[in-house]
């Protein structure tokens, strides 16, 4: 029989000591990773959730890896994030996206990169499934596209309010100023990172086959909540305590449909997820 490991990371805040002063405080993360891992363990995986403090580079990536010792051909793995998404620039060259930014969760003790996921997701032996959920803003693929979406009539839309010091505490977008801030300050680490994942890109590599679900497109925010974040609530009512038959795709069509259009999910995969995984009930083992 299959083997499922599922981890479930839900960060309320940062630390300030190792973003300039900025806490990020938020509000429903850590219910998020909860609510998650209770869906995992009632479909037989083996939960970990790490919230907020413990939401480390170091204690995160070292759950990966201990997932990816064990996993073998036909296991899966089930991530989730709620938190912070950011953006950080990539001037190093071998970026491949066409904004020449790289994608952040942002983890209590630094930005954790994009391609660092997709590295760790390679550690994985070949054939096993992935799964992951992120409920989290990746901020827009320019910084133009978003400060064209925060408009006072969007903000109005999606927060309820046009001032955009209340759209940053009801998001789960770092504040531009604060990226770029962040950015600068710690330039040197995050050019450093980015020159050794592109080496391993230029080294080709194995692709993990993954299904990926966003809590948003690239040029949208995510809401935070009260009890959950959006995209968690509603995917948990599409979820219907297990009720929900069909494939992901169909998954996340089902999600889409109940989210407002300034708030849309998105759906990709990486490496070759077959019909037989993708057409499976959501989080099979």
Same mark, same amino acid.
């Given at each position: ?6 981890l479930?990371?839900g960060l309320?805040?940062? $630390?300030?000591d190792?973003y300039?002063?900025?806490d990020?405080?938020l509000v429903?993360?850590?219910?998020d990773?909860?609510d998650m891992a209770?869906?995992?363990r009632g479909n037989?995986?083996?939960?970990t959730v790490i919230?907020?403090?413990?939401g480390?580079?170091?204690?995160i990536t070292?759950e990966?890896?201990?997932a990816a010792?064990?996993l073998k051909?036909?296991?899966i793995?089930f991530?989730?994030?709620?938190? #912070?998404g950011g953006q950080?620039r990539n001037t190093?060259g071998g970026d491949t996206e066409?904004?020449r930014?790289?994608e952040?969760l942002?983890f209590?003790d630094?930005?954790?990169? $994009? ?10 032996a070949?054939?096993v499934?992935?799964v992951?959920?992120?409920d989290?803003c #990746? ?13 006072p009539q ?8 046009r001032?955009?010091?209340?759209v ?11 990226q770029?801030?962040l950015?600068?300050? #710690?330039?040197?680490v995050?050019q450093?990172?980015q020159?050794e994942?592109?080496?391993?890109k230029g080294?080709g590599?194995?692709?993990? $086959? ?14 935070d909540?009260?009890v ?6 509603k995917l948990?009512?599409?979820w219907?305590?297990a009720?929900?038959q069909?494939g ?14 300034n ?7 990486t ?12 989080f099979?083992?």
């Amino acid at each position: 029989m299959p083997t499922g490991i599922s981890l479930h990371i839900g960060l309320n805040r940062v $630390d300030p000591d190792r973003y300039d002063g900025w806490d990020g405080k938020l509000v429903a993360c850590e219910n998020d990773a909860r609510d998650m891992a209770a869906l995992a363990r009632g479909n037989g995986f083996e939960e970990t959730v790490i919230l907020t403090d413990q939401g480390t580079v170091e204690n995160i990536t070292g759950e990966l890896r201990k997932a990816a010792g064990r996993l073998k051909k036909g296991d899966i793995l089930f991530f989730t994030y709620s938190g #912070h998404g950011g953006q950080v620039r990539n001037t190093v060259g071998g970026d491949t996206e066409a904004d020449r930014q790289d994608e952040t969760l942002v983890f209590f003790d630094r930005q954790f990169l $994009d391609d660092e996921l997709y590295r760790e997701f390679q550690k994985l032996a070949e054939g096993v499934r992935v799964v992951a959920l992120l409920d989290c803003c #990746h901020s827009g693929t320019a910084i133009e596209s978003v400060r064209e979406m925060l408009t006072p009539q969007a903000l109005e839309s999606q927060f309820q309010t046009r001032d955009p010091g209340q759209v940053e505490a009801a998001s789960r977008m770092v504040p531009q100023w604060k990226q770029e801030e962040l950015y600068e300050r #710690h330039r040197d680490v995050y050019q450093k990172l980015q020159r050794e994942l592109a080496a391993v890109k230029g080294n080709g590599g194995r692709a993990p $086959d993954a299904v990926l679900i966003g809590a948003c497109q690239d040029n949208q925010v995510a809401s935070d909540g009260s009890v959950n974040g959006l995209f968690t609530e509603k995917l948990l009512k599409v979820w219907n305590n297990a009720g929900f038959q069909g494939g992901y795709r169909d998954f996340h069509r089902g999600i889409q449909r109940i989210m407002p259009p300034n708030q849309s999910p998105n759906f990709y995969t990486t490496g070759a997820p077959g019909p037989d995984f993708l057409g499976q009930k959501p989080f099979t083992i």
